[in-house]
């Protein structure tokens, strides 16, 4: 498999999963505002949509972040970093990874847009204050999004959450996030992935 990716973007979820699910796999850093891959390559001919990440893979390639979530996972079930299809708890981890995405991904990742007037990211972070209060309830009753196990649905949590010192959101007013945080920063296949990205 060969990940696409750009440092610190939201290809650095799978990128972790990569690494914590022990799947062989080659990584290429992509400049997504030249549209390039570090070999020159024309990203645009790799995926049509020009974002990251992108997974090419025996079968094809694969874009979106919780769709290649899950198809990493389920390359090494074993591991147990999603429940089975079948079973209900697959489906909380599917709307867990849904809430990541749509209502944290989208609103804190729409600050770094530099053509947001400034009412606009306060309308943003007015939102996202909302659904960081939910996540903190949900965090100080258990260590992880699923409970009291590491999932895919913590690395994407973990990458979207660590944009928000770049966005103007103080996250110290939620001590179970920032203990969470911290959680996952000590995983050794997070700090393994940290560091081929430059981020550590």
Known sequence: MKLYYSPGACSLAPHIALNELGLSHSAEKVDLRAKKTETGEDFLGVNSKGYVPTLETKDGTLTEVQVILQYLADKNPAAGLLPKFGDIS????????????????KGIGGLFNPAMPDAGKEAIKGRVAVRLDWLEKQLAKSPYLLGDAFSVADAYAFTVLGWTKHVGIDLSGYPAIGAYLGR????????????????A
């Open 184 to 199: 996952i920063a000590a995983r050794p296949a997070v700090q393994k992935t940290l560091k081929a990205e430059g981020l």
């Open 90 to 105: 697959r489906y909380r981890a599917m709307e867990m990874l849904n809430f990541v995405s749509t209502e944290l991904h």
